[in-house]
């Protein structure tokens, strides 16, 4: 796995203990959250960076995934497994590499959020952002946001965000979730959820107007993530049952410049930053990994029966906290560059 | 307003008159629906068709409207619109086009119905591929998608809205949606709402797996229409409280060849078609632009109070879903180029 | 025939007259040098300028010939002339637009003059650097270039360059170019020749280090120039027959800093600029369309005899001079907007 | 050092072996022509190939140095090497990386040619085209390249080449070369050349006819090598002393289609092929690492006398064949590959 990252400008300072502390954190430890191979990730700068510092030159970083067997996938190597990629693999390709580790694994988001971390620092010598991401959903147990796009998350909710390996919000909300998680474990069942997004201090003026609109580069990237299957920024799908003057956030100055009173919006208007705090979520679906026997076909085209072996995780939401992080930190990181160009 | 299309190849077969006939369709006659200004766009044809075929050239077609009246917009030009770009274009650039026609107006969805119409040329030589937009919800009156997914729209749905004006699939939902209508006409509001989109028979491994994804590609596109603020594919934000088992599709043999018992997933997985039926649904915010009387800030930080003038759409979504399929028909003709590449 | 200009940043002050005579300028009048077809090409901004400044979006910038007649070249469209791309455009496409005007056509070039002189505008405010091109060579008629690395031209050169519609350095050089010019007219032949160009005051730092370097982007935007044949920058084809210790230039200090003694290199090291003056030359064949009788193929494959009627250009070298500046007026403004990433 | 390959098709056979053995055949083993740092070039396969074929995932490739050592520069680290990048590099980037194996490196070649060699698996798939490069000229003895446009190689000039450690093709010049070199390394001097390429049977149509040209695309690439400094197709610098009816290549029907008489025009009209013989050669300008002490600056500003120690190069032109033929492979593959859009 590796990833190559360009146009990052030279004289960023990169920690790259943070870099590979950042992939290490993308793998939680329990056993009802995470994949049970114990991977390793080791994070290896091939080019890019000297001295603790980008010289200009593409950078490029290279996780070895020390515990990866090919022969773990053996018996599924001529089956569809219902929900993924191998069918529309063997369609488009005529063939397909079926071991775990491909395009499709989970596995693949090292080397992203490794960027991602990248991103981030070039974000913060650029401006005062901050990207916090948060589970929201579990299943059927969901967390009301409904004034976060006005006030943000309280002083309480970050605290426990902050120590929290599922990354949520708050004690009341975990409680529902693992035991949601444990029912459903049980069962050898998966879930799907939801993550909510908010940036603050994003400067007025970020987005391109036409093909570039920030909210079109963010839901390109988070429809990117495999199990993603919605996404909305501000109101989202309460907006269609809006009137104009319910939804219109209207201008007033305030110490720090000009602001909307209300912030239905979202922080975005005509695809560039107000300024305001912007906000967004995602909507996952379960893993298809289940342990339940499934009926399916083999690349002959015969009836099959499989059990997916192993441990699993239940559900994958809390794990895609960083990558959600990641491919934000990654746009942002470009758009603030890109808007040097703006103006003269 | 132009558009400039490469990447055609060269011999297709372009009937102009579709063309212009497509983006006429976009101007729907009703006042309550359409802009009162009457809009003449006469497309011309500047490079890259001869002889009614393509050249293999660029495609650059422009299309001239007559009545943009730049004079209608001075009484706006130092204010900053609640809901527009105003504010932002300002910060972005330091100055801006305050006149209509500008890069968040409606006007610049001409050329890309153009440009779509074109590509739905393309798809029809390559496949057999049809896309069919239309209304599933204005304000808070909603039209039952439930069982779209697995079986498409009727025989009577297709009918009716072949003839729509508003591009709605029933008598019944267009009755409650003229009374919708009617009633926030009276109050000088605006209303948001949804298009549902279904895409039949396109073939089985079209998208590219990583970070060109069918739907991510679709999701951005969909998100540059200035007033959508959420997509869903498949199930979407359902998708979040459903378990694995509930929304895994398994595979089995039909007479056209592997297909899916179920269509949870609408039709795309990993990133690439499946075959089936796709499903997606993005959600329109209210225009901005209501009558009553609003409160904002001038250019120089002055609180000013401003009524928009003129006769005003109460609702922009019928007459954005020729936008959406052109949206769709331009990035389903260049995956099926493209997929000509995938496998030797 | 248009262009579309895309990063241009908003704020910049654009003369469209300036652009006008720009375009103008590309159109000698002497019947040797120029075209007989009078063409008037009128500049018509179509988006991206308003108040003569650019605003930040897509600069779409028309060109409208009047005076392109098809018929003319009813006699040719079944054949290919030796020399042009008939053959070539036939082979890629299974068809063709016959018709002056297309993309191998000069008047192609009417649009880039328009962009360089925008690209030009840009330059001025990033920097002052200036780019100069001349003839050096029409035929066998050469100028001496040897000490223009070193020194420039002289006043008494650049003096004689402002006012030559033949785009010379020197009175002498121009008599016997008269002379060659008048000959080859007699036999009804055409011309080859040669543009030298010096870029002065260009920063040190511009050019990007691996696929971008200057010379590679310089070489590749004039290789575009369709009768264009060979590029060489600074020594040249003569460096292959030095020796190191010759081709070495050594730095030293001087008042504005750091300097060359010598400048073999021609101002570029490693793909991006010294900041000493860059020089380059690019050689043109003779122009294809001749009025000898030449034997050819039609499109079915029979031989034919063809002479192409009317009044000719002798050499149309003198006229590619704007193009080349254009060129690379284009790629300098591109690159010092990049070069604002460079470091942090 | 890394490359990564994208959009080469799903199911072309790749032998590691022939790769791996076209990246030891850069290194040639002969004092005078080589660098002495013994280098082992390890190919490693980081993704995009499985089971000996690619999978048309980005094939990312690895090829890792063991002899670099970075000690060996730190005598050079503050200062501006004569006909280096290291003034440059400083200039744009503010810092640089001053062990060799930087962009400016003759060891960035490596994963250049293995992808040169998977390039050249694909246009043998594609069409039976051909690519010889060879060495032309060195200092200032010469190879007769005249009749090469109409004849290509002879037989006996091919087995030569096919043995020649150098990419000669005939043992007279062999003996001049040898010669030149070794009166050249007594001095501890460095000499220059030209490499001369021939393409045959590429299908006539490939190229793009606006910015991509053949011509053009090709230039681009060889001018990224370093030490190139010019370029020149078909006829070339000699193409501007021609009169039209000299150089036009009249057309003819031979067996195989449509053929032209004779081949002044390269093999390319309007920047697309025309199935005759390809031909160019590039100029390289002397390495710029002699024995002999030169006066230059270090990064302070100071005065300095440098003298680069240890075993050198003289010539670095034989060892860029390998380099050329690669480029040219890249380049080729893709628009033979693009080319599948050109029509329906």
Same mark, same amino acid.
């Given at each position: 796995?590796?990833?190559v990252?360009?146009?990052?400008?030279?004289?960023?300072? $990169?920690?790259m203990?943070?870099v590979?502390? *950042?992939?290490?954190?993308?793998k939680?430890?329990?056993h009802?959250?995470?994949?049970?191979?114990?991977?390793?990730d080791?994070v290896?700068?091939?080019?890019g960076?000297?001295?603790?510092?980008?010289?200009?030159?593409?950078?490029c970083?290279?996780?070895k995934?020390?515990?990866?067997?090919?022969?773990?996938?053996? =018996?599924?190597?001529d089956?569809?497994?219902?929900?993924h990629?191998?069918?529309t693999?063997?369609?488009?390709?005529?063939?397909?590499?079926?071991?775990?580790?491909?395009?499709s694994? $989970?596995?693949i988001?090292?080397?992203i959020?490794?960027?991602g971390?990248?991103a981030n620092?070039?974000?913060?010598?650029l401006?005062k952002?901050?990207?916090t991401?948060f589970?929201?959903?579990?299943?059927k147990?969901i967390?009301?946001?409904s004034?976060l796009?006005?006030?943000?998350?309280?002083?309480?909710?970050?605290?426990?965000l902050?120590?929290?390996n599922k990354n949520l919000v708050?004690a009341?909300?975990?409680?529902?979730?693992?035991?949601?998680?444990?029912?459903?474990a049980t069962?050898?069942n998966?879930?799907?959820g939801?993550?909510?997004?908010?940036i603050?201090k994003l400067?007025a003026?970020i987005?391109?107007?036409?093909?570039?609109?920030?909210?079109?580069q963010?839901?390109?990237a988070?429809m990117?993530i495999?199990?993603v299957?919605a996404?909305?920024?501000?109101e989202?799908i309460?907006?269609a049952?809006m009137?104009?003057?319910?939804? =219109?956030?209207?201008?007033e100055?305030?110490?720090?410049g000009?602001?909307?009173k209300? =912030?239905h919006h979202?922080?975005?208007?005509?695809g560039?930053?107000?300024?305001?705090?912007?906000?967004?979520?995602i909507?996952?679906?379960?893993?298809?990994?289940i342990?339940?026997t499934q009926?399916?076909?083999?690349e002959?085209?015969?009836?099959?029966?499989?059990t997916?072996?192993?441990?699993?995780d239940?559900c994958?939401?809390?794990?895609a906290?960083?990558?959600? =992080?990641a491919?934000?930190?990654?746009?942002? *990181?470009?758009?603030?560059?890109?808007?040097?160009?703006?103006?003269?």
């Open positions: 796995m590796g990833v990252i360009d146009g990052c400008p030279a004289g960023l300072e $990169i920690d203990e943070a590979q502390s *950042a992939v290490d954190r993308r939680t430890g329990q009802n959250f995470s994949s049970a191979r114990k991977e390793e080791a290896e700068i091939i080019s960076i000297f001295e603790q510092k980008t010289i200009g030159s593409p950078i970083i290279l996780i995934n020390k515990d990866a067997r090919s022969g773990d996938y053996d =018996n599924l190597k089956v569809f497994r219902p929900g990629a191998d069918f693999y063997q369609k488009k390709y005529g063939l397909r590499d079926y071991r775990g580790g491909g395009r694994s $989970i596995r988001t090292a080397p959020v490794a960027a971390e990248i620092r070039l974000i913060l010598v401006s952002t901050e990207t991401s589970v929201t959903q579990i299943g147990v967390y009301n946001v004034s796009a006005e006030n943000g998350l309280s002083k309480e909710e970050k605290t426990f902050a120590d929290s708050s009341d909300f975990e409680k529902k979730v693992d035991a949601e998680i444990e029912k459903i069962e050898g998966t879930l799907g939801k993550i909510t997004t908010i603050e400067p003026g987005g391109e107007p036409i093909f570039g609109k920030l909210q079109a963010l839901a390109q988070l990117s495999n199990t299957k996404v909305e920024f501000g989202g309460h907006a049952a009137k104009g003057s319910e939804h =219109n956030d209207e201008f100055m305030k110490d720090e000009v602001s909307t209300t =912030n979202g922080g975005i208007l005509g560039i930053s107000t300024g305001e705090r912007i906000i967004f979520s909507y996952f679906k379960p893993i298809s990994s342990k339940k009926q399916t076909l083999s002959n085209g015969e009836t099959v029966t499989i997916i072996e192993g441990r699993h239940v994958a939401v809390p794990r906290v960083p990558i959600v =992080n491919y934000v930190q990654i746009i942002l *990181a470009d758009l603030l560059l890109q808007n040097r160009y703006a103006k003269l």
